[in-house]
């Protein structure tokens, strides 16, 4: 049987629910001011978010620093609770489980962070890191554990030897695909991956992100990839939602969503992204200002105080999510009349000298080739 | 060809530790003409930032040890008494780093520290430097500066943050500016921002610029040359324009296919695989030879030197150029094994 794949579970994957499904999530935050904790404010850090994770599918929430993005993925794992909203995994209520129910319903569902460092315990062998989860959701009985953790080792491209050592032994991509065999031990159906390469170099990223959908495909994963790099997103989405201050204010497939961006925040910050050929970016300031303080977001569309197109109008009504003739939505009172961006072929085509040569590196027997030694 | 303004020659940083001495910096030369906007590109761990530190005299000796020669307008930095070089700093060199209110004293107002450079280097009054930094901060394009001066770093923004380094970074005008991972810590909207207003400041002042960064595509808007590092040696050095048509060492070539595009999505990306050799323990060969899919028997033994591939183009490769490996990938029989 392979490490992860639950034929039980698989069975769920098949049809028309979700694997995920979040709907209107709200999360506000009280907010002390002044100093002996006068009158408190409220930080809508998730405002009325939904989205659906499909089996097997990658769904990803992009957005800058304080768009709520973090937020949204500790709800869904209910490290936090939502202050309003529901959440359904496989059609069953996350929100309202609790005890022994919650614990079944956590097995199916994990979470990988940015620094593999600080979510892995530094006293523990990597061994009895993975053993763990295997223990607690009771995976495999107990003479089997020693095996199954050398499998998801394995899995994710590691030598067994690698159970009796420590985390701080290991370099940041490696302590990654530790944090990823742990959570792939629970048989999980959906991971939430909170900036999984964000800390990692350009090419242990590609290593963890070829990993990922090597997984994915192998096990029919769904994973909720939160994000801030488009290039990355563009990488691994099969759909994607884009998050400004608390709000989803574009969401669609991904193909769809990167070629025609409908919302003047997503267009914007798809031409602020430095791309790696020389002259192939119109190099127009993208943006003025910064992000308005989410303690006291603009009134109306949260992007007025930034939109090149706001208006009047703008500034008082706040724009609801509408169908595009494209597959997506998108929530701007002015979509409709808005210039769609102009196709920059924004990559040239690619030498096919260098395209050959890089195929080399691509080679997927290269993956289990970084063994630790 | 004009005067170089900083001549670096076989620079080779070291320090000792638990495991035996580390070379963090390996035998690197390159040069930089006045106005000229060089990149220095490389992974954790390439050695890039101590070349930006040996440049401006920031690391303590001892521990480290520093062999070579730093020329920067005909004077040698690492035999100038400490003096000189506390002079030169600020003035004609100056640094941004990547975490800017690390760099900002958080105990003065920026008005302050601004004011600070000026008094020390130009011999301004109070009244004088204030005056020239408010007119700095809206260079840098800080609204309102008159009220802003006045703030404590931890009341902006970190692209504001930035902005400020940058205005004190340019307040006397320097000759060189290093910039190490500038905008690495900001958000893509205010990363362009802040772009934007180095390209701008650098066409209005001739200020030479050294940006030390890991992200190509900064790479590919802002260089007219670029560096790329490995393991502490320079591996390629080319023309920004030269090395994105073809590049021609085999880590440039797995890096550029390792970064996701936005224009689509890859079936893979090229990662490269393995780790980054220990400082203490590097292989005896070509440095990048165990995650090089390309390696044979010569690169593993013998350390290939950099030579020129082709007008300006340098790499460090025994297969350079690489068109020719291309073509030989082509013939069937021919597909390389990835290196065991």
Known sequence: ?373 | MTEALLRVDELRVRFPSDTGIATAVDGVSFTLTPGELLCIVGESGCGKSVTALSVMGLLARPPAMLDGRIRFEGRDLLSMPPRELADLRGDRLAMIFQEPMTSLNPAFTIGSQLCEVLVRHRDMSTAQARAAAIDMLRQVRIPAPEQRIDEFPHRLSGGMRQRVMIAMALLCRPALLIADEPTTALDVTIQAQVLELMRSLRSQTRTAIMLITHDLGVVAEMADRVLVMYAGQVVEQASVAQIFAMPQHPYTVGLLGAIPALAGRRERLAAIDGLVPAPTAQPPGCRFAPRCPFADMRCRSEAPPLSEVQDGHWSRCWKAPLEQLAESLLQPAQTPEPQG
């Open chain 1, 1 to 373: 049987m392979s490490p992860v794949g639950n034929p039980d579970l698989r069975k769920h994957a098949t049809g028309d629910t979700p694997v995920l499904d979040a709907v209107n999530l709200v999360k506000h935050f009280p907010v002390q001011q002044g100093l002996f904790g006068g009158s408190a404010a409220l930080v809508k850090a998730v405002d009325g978010v939904s989205f659906a994770v499909r089996a097997g599918e990658t769904f990803a929430i992009v957005g800058e620093s304080g768009c709520g993005k973090s937020t949204v993925a500790r709800l869904v794992t209910r490290l936090i609770e939502p202050t309003a909203g529901s959440l359904r995994l496989h059609g069953q209520d996350l929100l309202q489980a609790d005890g022994a129910r919650l614990r079944s319903l956590r097995g199916r569902l994990q979470m990988i962070f940015q620094d593999p460092y600080g979510s892995l315990n530094p006293r523990m062998t990597v061994g009895d890191m993975i053993a763990e989860p295997l223990m607690l959701h009771r995976v495999v009985p107990a003479a089997q554990r020693g095996t199954r953790v050398c499998e998801l080792l394995d899995v994710v491209g590691l030598r067994a030897e690698a159970a009796t050592r420590y985390a701080h032994e290991f370099s940041g991509g490696q302590r990654q695909r530790i944090a990823i065999a742990r959570a792939l031990a629970a048989q999980p159906e959906l991971i939430v991956c909170d900036e999984p390469v964000s800390a990692l170099d350009v090419s242990i990223q590609a290593q963890i992100l070829n990993l990922l959908a090597d997984l994915q495909r192998q096990f029919g994963l769904a994973y909720l990839f939160i994000s801030h790099d488009l290039a990355v997103v563009r990488q691994v989405a099969d759909s994607l939602g884009v998050m400004y201050l608390g709000r989803i204010v574009e969401t669609g497939p991904s193909a769809q969503l990167f070629r025609t961006p409908r919302h003047p925040y997503t267009q914007a910050l798809l031409s602020a992204v430095p791309v790696p050929a020389p002259g192939a970016r119109a190099q127009t300031t993208a943006l003025a200002g910064d992000v308005p303080s989410p303690l006291a977001p603009p009134t109306g569309c949260h992007f007025h105080t930034r939109c090149p197109h706001a208006i009047e109008r703008c500034r008082s009504e706040t724009p609801s999510l509408q169908a595009t003739p494209d597959g997506g939505m998108v929530a701007c009172l002015r979509w409709q009349q808005l210039p769609l961006p102009r196709d920059e072929t924004r990559a040239p085509a690619p030498n096919p000298a260098l395209a050959r040569l890089q195929a080399a590196f691509a080679a997927p027997s290269g993956l289990k080739s970084d063994r630790i030694v």
